[in-house]
T-cell receptor, first 115, second 111 residues
Framework: EPEVTQTPSHQVTQMGQEVILRCVPISNHLYFYWYRQILGQKVEFLVSFYNNEISEKSEIFDDQFSVERPDGSNFTLKIRSTKLEDSAMYFC?????????????FGEGSRLTVL | AQSVTQPDIHITVSEGASLELRCNYSYGATPYLFWYVQSPGQGLQLLLKYFSGDTLVQGIKGFEAEFKRSQSSFNLRKPSVHWSDAAEYFCAVGAGYALNFGKGTSLLVTP
């Protein structure tokens, strides 16, 4: 069964460092997403991406964050200068269509710890 | 603004007992509603979804959910819980490109 894969599964970094989280969405999907879940809190939407551009982003997704699809398979989330409050589980998701009814398929997450 | 509320942070049930997880939403239009499950160390898996039609929807793993517009609720149920159902359960409302998640309910299953 096709699945969304994320790397790394866990990353520890120092405050102020740049971090890149990688995702390989399901191959025929066209819509890509990043969500995050701070420990003990709900899963929060960060950004959606379609046709090589951001289609929607939340207030959380400020100038420190960027997304990119550098090739035909990877979808990356970059945090330019990490802060302590960026510590969270980051989930990548993909969807075949843009319809609200389409199922989002999630990866297993990348846990980011900022020290 | 749309919101999703899961009133119960933790629920403990005995194996074989019935289960109901509550979800209430606030949304201006007809909502698209989802339940996801997250097992330890795993990603989010879709259990079921509601868009229109029959208000009682069946999902995977023996789960079902009922959409009640008058109560703005979409509660998840299972008649007999198995130990493997222990996980975090998230209700979500779909709008635009994004899903808006509730804070989740952690389910513990005791022998």
């Amino acid at each position: 069964e096709p699945e969304v894969t994320q790397t790394p599964s866990h990353q520890v970094t120092q405050m102020g460092q740049e971090v890149i989280l990688r995702c390989v969405p399901i191959s025929n999907h066209l819509y890509f997403y990043w969500y995050r879940q701070i420990l003990g809190q709900k899963v929060e939407f960060l950004v959606s991406f379609y046709n090589n551009e951001i289609s929607e982003k939340s207030e959380i997704f400020d100038d420190q964050f960027s997304v990119e699809r550098p090739d035909g398979s990877n979808f990356t989330l970059k945090i330019r200068s990490t802060k302590l409050e960026d510590s969270a589980m980051y989930f990548c998701a993909s969807r075949a269509s843009g319809a609200n009814t389409g199922e989002l398929f999630f990866g297993e997450g990348s846990r980011l710890t900022v020290l | 603004a749309q919101s999703v509320t899961q009133p119960d942070i933790h629920i403990t049930v005995s194996e074989g007992a019935s289960l109901e997880l509550r979800c209430n939403y606030s949304y201006g239009a007809t909502p698209y509603l989802f339940w996801y499950v997250q097992s330890p160390g795993q990603g989010l898996q879709l259990l079921l979804k509601y868009f229109s039609g029959d208000t009682l929807v069946q999902g995977i793993k023996g789960f079902e959910a009922e959409f009640k517009r008058s109560q703005s609720s979409f509660n998840l149920r299972k008649p007999s819980v198995h130990w493997s159902d222990a996980a975090e359960y998230f209700c979500a409302v779909g709008a635009g490109y994004a899903l808006n998640f509730g804070k989740g309910t952690s389910l513990l299953v005791t022998p």
